[in-house]
């Protein structure tokens, strides 16, 4: 499984921002899919996931509200709407499986693929 993740980039706080996680496998039905951030000497967040179905989401409580994660297939996206100077991280997509759970993870080291990460910057 690779995962390619696009979007990111700068924005003023409150504005809005949209990140897209694709990827690549013989077989991704049975897969969870997460997003984690990363800011500078702070440890990786648990920010947002959707199990494979697409049926139950979980969000990180700094985010509820705010972000919505959705996935088409084998692409999720999440949505960023009135982003905050704290939200500036590296944002990495990952994913987790195969496994036909209905709950996803908020855990980062169950999910066994990583994509590359994006940068969001949130000026204020």
């Known amino acids: 499984v690779q995962l390619q993740a696009s979007g990111g980039g700068q924005v003023q706080a409150g504005g809005s921002l949209s990140l897209s996680c694709e990827a690549v496998?013989?077989?991704?039905?049975?897969?969870?899919m997460g997003w984690f951030r990363q800011a500078p000497g702070k440890e990786r967040e648990f920010v947002a996931a959707?199990?494979?179905?697409?049926?139950t989401t979980d969000y990180g409580a700094s985010v509820r509200g705010r972000f919505t994660i959705s996935r088409d297939k084998n692409i999720s996206h999440l949505q960023m709407n009135n982003l905050k100077p704290e939200d500036t991280a590296i944002y990495y997509c990952?994913?987790?499986?195969?496994?036909?759970?209905?709950?996803?993870?908020?855990?980062?080291?169950?999910?066994?693929?990583w994509g590359q990460g994006t940068q969001v910057t949130v000026s204020s």
């Open positions: 959707i199990v494979w179905s697409g049926g």
């Open positions: 990952a994913a987790d499986g195969p496994r036909w759970t209905r709950v996803p993870s908020n855990v980062a080291r169950t999910y066994d693929y």
């Open positions: 496998a013989s077989s991704f039905e049975s897969y969870n």
